[in-house]
């Protein structure tokens, strides 16, 4: 199924289950009404949803109305947990490879993940507010997961159980905080605002074989100012599946439900498939040319990421969003 | 006022209102069930919770029983944002000494913060659950706030405006997993387990002259194993107060009521204060003799963190906890 939260005025949106072609959507009414109420007792309230998704896709819903992706909120508007990683290896190859840095001993054995504020995300056509344009404004089109509660020291091949719905992620960056946040060694902190979400969060289930092996084996479809920038592949190059990154996280302490985990920008090694953010092409342009070329957002640029089915068909609708012009 | 949660077997526990003295409490019923329902709504429920208070403190609440500690999760068992400050620079300042690292030149202007897991926290009795003793546990004392919504770019001086209520933190470290955490710049993830919380959180009015200049100008009692091993003022010594600590998180992006801001590991220059965290004193002997001598808890080990108003009474009451015996 998939679900999504409509714009209400609350802090958490009002919960809804829309179709699998996106055209139509019902209010969860009796059912629940916050997508983090679902995920707290999942067992018992997502088979009613499943049911009500089920009838609204065979359009017998008695209230459906039609979809629109404007009235989203992220499918979570704040959580509880919001853990990123770096799954994609050829990115941070590239990104050091650029810097001169060198790559660390254990890279492909132990995930670097962050953590992110999670208690004020943007929905998929909400304007990406920044104070200057000079931080080097940046997109990061990523996949993310919804687990449900994972105990601590649950291995890899079991955490990927707990993962409850998929989403799409633009983690907004701003590239020129990055080096004196990262040196300080305690993270992004400000050079990552507000993280945005795709439309709907889907069950893996709606993904079909494209889920599998932890992994969404679809490309990702991204454009910069209506410009085709990027055509990634988001799977067989995840170095880490998100089971390991779950398990990565629960090493020394429990996740409960609703934590979500991203996969970090996806990136392929093939460079004519483009770019999922701005920093992976001037860090292709550096190895090249020894500087980068390409510059990074300004005040009104657009960014539209997708992912499309193996039926053309759009999996989570797609993030649309505008850098804010301040007034 | 002051506020609790009870274990009630839900997820976010039940609210309760203690008495200044912490010998009585009353269920929130009818007001509010949920603390971060109050946050979230804050100038239309915390009067009457204040009116509660009232009622309680003068003994005539109708259904007022007697507060137990043991019976409380943190005041917010989960909350949407957990970010933690080095705001005592003397601490800083030892733990690097000791392993001859350079100060950072921004170290007085610019606060060292990091993000935290902010889905499983402690109450203030709970264990402390670790994989293994040769991670090096440590306990941390701190003073955390607790926010309503804060703007965007909002300056220090308004920032502290924001305050909606005091806490005491145990923020349990994994001291042997930091340097490696640390070394790969995206925080402190896997060595900051969950963290702990002490049973009421205070409107800041509670502590009275006591809380002057966004700090809290009181004494942290603090004992291992039952015996004090430090009584550090969170006071003069806190360089940033959490007015500049809520707007360092807030340069670029919101920050939504119920986020969480701790001050760090509260430190004194005078060392015959005493440690509010074991890293501490091993970094003073390091610097005195070339090699730490105090070893790390071990299973089974307590700490106790209590915080003392100028009439002798607790604050917060107390977090008092055992490190667990795995089965």
Redesign the interface.
């Known amino acids: 199924m998939k679900l999504a939260s409509y714009k209400d005025g609350s802090?958490d949106g009002q919960l809804v289950v829309v179709s699998r072609d996106l055209t139509t959507a019902h209010y969860a009414n009796g059912i629940a009404t916050r997508l983090q109420q679902v995920l707290?007792d999942w067992n018992f309230l997502s088979p009613q949803l499943e049911e009500l998704s089920i009838s609204l896709n065979h359009g017998r819903a008695r209230h459906a109305f039609p979809f629109d992706p404007a009235m989203c909120t992220a499918p979570l508007p704040?959580?509880?947990?919001w853990?990123d990683g770096s799954a994609y290896l050829n990115h941070v190859e590239l990104v050091r490879k650029a810097r001169n840095a060198e790559m660390?001993e254990n890279l492909k054995t132990?995930p670097?993940?962050?953590?992110?504020?999670?208690?004020?995300f943007l929905g998929p056509t909400d304007l990406i507010?920044?104070?200057s344009e000079r931080?080097g404004i940046d997109f990061e089109a990523e996949i993310a997961v919804v687990t449900g509660d994972v105990t601590?020291?649950t291995p890899a091949d079991r955490a990927i159980d707990a993962v409850r719905l998929v989403m799409l992620v633009n983690d907004v960056s701003?590239r020129h905080?990055v080096p004196g946040e990262?040196?300080?060694?305690?993270?992004?902190?400000?050079?990552?605002?507000?993280t945005a979400f795709g439309p709907v969060a889907v069950t893996p289930d709606e993904l079909g074989a494209a889920w599998q092996g932890g992994r969404v084996h679809l490309p990702v479809h991204v454009a910069w100012n209506g410009k085709r920038v990027g055509l990634v592949d988001a799977g067989p190059e995840m170095s880490f599946h998100f089971g390991e990154l779950i398990a990565?996280?629960a090493?020394?302490?429990?996740?409960?439900?609703?934590?979500i985990v991203g996969s970090g920008t996806v990136s392929n090694a093939d460079a004519s498939r483009g770019y999922a953010c701005i920093a992976e092409q001037r860090a292709r342009e550096t190895i090249a040319h020894g500087e980068p070329k390409t510059e990074f957002m300004r005040f009104g640029d657009t960014v539209r990421i997708e992912v499309k089915g193996a039926d053309g068909q759009s999996v989570f609708g797609a993030i649309d969003q505008a850098v804010a012009t301040p007034d």
Chains 1, 2 share one sequence.
């Open positions: 802090r707290d704040r959580a509880y947990q853990a660390p132990d670097l993940m962050y953590q992110g504020g999670s208690d004020d507010h920044v104070p931080m601590m020291g701003l905080l990262l040196a300080k060694g305690f993270g992004f902190f400000q050079s990552k605002p507000s990565h996280m090493k020394t302490r429990n996740l409960r439900a609703g934590s």
